[in-house]
Each structure stands twice: as structure tokens, then as C-alpha cells.
């Protein structure tokens, strides 16, 4: 695996790309490659790139993201994105990208490219109101499945162990960001934060939203791992549950579904649950659904298809109550949202 310690930092991240290829021996001699510039993410810089052998996708990471805020994290993220498709690739393969390869000097990652027309995107979906409750139960079997397969291996954490990354990309911009602006709850907020550090049980993904999650021919692709940790498996839960309560406000109309897209993926994920009691997972999410709610608004990374003013208030109105009154189950603030959207 190349590991090259002095990268020129004038060279543009076209020539990263090509030279990094080529000492992955992915290019013939000589050979230009195409490199197509793919949208999606805020994090990273990603290309479509054709070569004589086939099409790859190609992820360089950034050292500050696209976002309004100022928020900047670790490079070597990249690497553990790759380690994350290693590991949850040995246990759902037909749900991680494949991957090529991997230049850790460069921070790009390799992986073969799915072609649109086969795999779709969830958000998409979403946002088009197709709210498909089996697709969702199977985005709760392969987390849990992830999460079953990893839990309290010692090795797995030693590997994993990226808490201050973790913290910079995830902790910090959601829950402790929020913080500084809700001074009412702010104490509960950075309890959050804290408690979510602290536990450490499973392989964590740190971003699974429907922004990252390909509906292919044999399910769910989750993509872009950069978050990877060992820690709290609720964490994973709870980002995606977050995204299926806030489409409520982008696609009204769809509502319905998206509260039975979040029924299906709670319970299918329990079902695979074996390393602690289901209700102490399920506790943790219903603690930690109403700051991510939050977060999605004040935080450093709110989503951007909820811009009307009253949307947005509703969201704080409705998160802040629950972190002031936490309940136990993550179904009760689906029912609280249900009648709060009616």
C-alpha cells in the first residue's frame, strides 16, 4: 500500500489522481485517464474516472469542508473509510463498495464505480416521496449485522480508534455547535456528546443518511465511511431515523411513509441486537434523536432542504421538549412527530 510522506502541495488534485493511480499500477503506461467530477458530498473531492481497464470512483479527502461554517477535520479519515470497507465488506459484501485501492499519502480511496442507472439514490427517492419500508428494514439488518459482527472486539477497536477525529467531524459540529447556540439546553447537549464518546461497543459508520445509501439490485450500498469508529452503535441508528423524521418537511405528502420506513428499519435493526439489551440501545437513540434534530438546524451542518423559517422553528420547538423531557423509546418521538406534523 503506498504511503508517500511529501505530496507537493501546489500539484492540483487532478495530477493527485493520476499519479496516485498510476503508482497503484491502475493505469497502463502513458495512459490520460478521465476524470468526471461527481457531486454529493462536502467532505471529500469525488471522480468518475474511466480507464482502459473500466470505470473507478476515486475520493480525495478535504482538510476543510464545503460548509458556511469554518470546520475543518483530519485527513487520515480517508484511510479508515477504506479500513471501514474492509471490515464491513467481509461481513455484508453485497452492501459496501467494492474496493481497489487505496493511496494513503495522497488520502484517496479507490473503489469501483456503480453505475447510476443500476444503483439509485435514497435521497432521491426520498425526496420524491418513494418511501419503500422494506428498503428501509433492510438498512436497519445490515447495521445491525455490521454492528453484531464487530461488537467488543478488541482488535476491531484497536483498529478503529479514532475518538478525536470522531469528535472533530461528528461530536463537536453537531452536538457541541448546537450547544453554543441553545444555552437551555446546552447542558444536556454536551452530556450527549460525552456519553456518546464513552461508549464504545461496535464498528461505527458515523454517517449513514440517504445521501450515502445506494438502492441497488441486491439492496442497500452504504457509502462514504470517513466517520468510521468503534463506539456507539445508537449513533448510527439515530443519524438515519434523524434523516427519515426531517423528510417529513421536505416531501410532505409522503409523510406517512417516512414514519413507516423509520418503524421498519427500528425494528429490523433490534432483531439483530445481541450484544446488549435492546432497550439500553433504544434508550441511547431516544436520548440522542432530538439533539441530532437539532443539530440538523443550528448545527455546523444543517440540512439544506429545510429553509422555511416556520419548519425550522417547529423542529426547535419540537427537540428542545425532548431534550428537556427525554422519553425511552425512539417510536414515541416518531408518534410525537406524526401529531406534531399533522
Known sequence: MPDRDHVDPASSSEDDVQAGLTGLDLLRPGERPVLEPLGGGVSSEIWKVSTAAGALCVKRALARLKVAAVWEAPLERSHFEAEWMRVAG?????NVPELIAEDVGRHLVVMRFLPPEKFGLWKTMLRDGHADAGFA?????????????TADDPAIAARFATDAAFHAIRLEPYLEATARRHEEVAERLFDLSATTAATRRC????DVSPKN???????????????AWFGDPAFDLTFVLNHLLLKCLWTPSASAGF???FAALSEAYVTGVMWEPVAAVEARVAALLPGLMLARIDGKSPVEYITAEADKDLVRRFAIRLLKHPVARPAEIAERWRKEIA
Open 137 to 149: 428494514a433492510e438498512v436497519g439488518r445490515v447495521l445491525s449485522a455490521i454492528h453484531s459482527a
Open 259 to 261: 414514519l413507516r420506513c
Open 90 to 94: 467481509a461481513i455484508r459484501p453485497d
Open 203 to 206: 464498528l461505527v459508520h458515523g
Open 213 to 227: 445509501m445506494l438502492v441497488g439490485p441486491k439492496g442497500p450500498v452504504i457509502l462514504d465511511a470517513e466517520c
